[in-house]
């Protein structure tokens, strides 16, 4: 079976410093990989979405940038965090064969607060 | 512009009773809908799905009914149980890019024992 795995848990930064949040699924081959962003009381945004190596769709203008070094492998990171950039950080995957075409299955996610 | 919306916040619910969360559309090139449920803390885990050729979906105690003439969507879950306390977003997929889902707010549920 799959598994999604996103780390860390929990980010305390400070406004100004770097970033990097890193998602590796198991269990599959060639996934479409996404990173959304959840603020609080708000639904769910897509930033990036990834269909193969090295392969970046953005979605939303920010000062995040994600990159797909391997197949199974989603990295989110910025240069220099605002306040604006707390969050719930989602990695989420999905395949367009058999029978959920499509559906994205989601990691457990990191919670993200920048002081 | 928020293309899938779900008007309420919140529901209560008696347990053993039916829940039954809404959501609202504008796209009518939207062919795929999906429902999550999310736990504090955690991601969202996905629920039931419909496509836009059927009217309705089950899968044991949720159901979920696609109305596309009035662009509305809505998941029913009998009976209700406490273990379905949690927060329920909709998700909406556009024919022409497979890749990009949208989400509504959320509805957090809460049955009452």
């Known amino acids: 079976s799959q598994t999604i795995h996103q780390w860390p848990a929990t980010l305390v930064q400070p406004v100004g410093s770097p970033l990097s949040l890193e998602c590796t699924v198991e269990g599959t081959s060639n996934p479409n990989l996404y990173w959304y962003r959840q603020a609080a009381g708000r639904g769910l945004q897509l930033l990036f979405y990834?269909?193969?190596?090295?392969?970046i769709s953005s979605e939303v203008p920010q000062n995040l940038s994600a990159s797909r070094p391997q197949d199974r492998q989603f990295i989110l990171s910025s240069k220099k965090l605002l306040l604006s950039d707390s969050g719930f950080y989602l990695c989420?995957?999905?395949?367009?064969?058999?029978?959920?075409?499509?559906?994205?299955?989601f990691g457990p996610g990191t919670r993200l607060t920048v002081l | 512009d928020q293309q899938v919306k779900q008007n309420s916040p919140s529901l209560s619910v008696q347990e053993g009773r039916i829940s039954i969360l809404n959501c609202d559309y504008t796209n009518s090139m939207f062919d795929y809908f999906l429902w999550y449920k999310k736990y504090p803390a955690e991601g969202p885990t996905f629920l039931i799905s419909?496509?836009?050729?059927?009217d309705k979906n089950e899968d044991g105690r949720f159901t979920v009914f696609l109305n596309k003439s009035a662009k509305h969507l809505s998941l029913h879950i009998v009976p209700s149980q406490p273990g379905d306390s949690a927060v329920y977003f909709c998700?909406?997929?556009?024919?022409?890019?497979?890749?990009?889902?949208?989400f509504g707010s959320g509805t957090k549920l809460n049955v009452k024992p």
């Open positions: 989420a995957w999905s395949v367009f064969s058999g029978r959920a075409r499509g559906t994205q299955y």
């Open positions: 990834s269909v193969g190596i090295g392969q």
């Open positions: 419909i496509s836009s050729i059927k």
């Open positions: 998700a909406a997929r556009a024919r022409y890019n497979f890749n990009k889902f949208y």
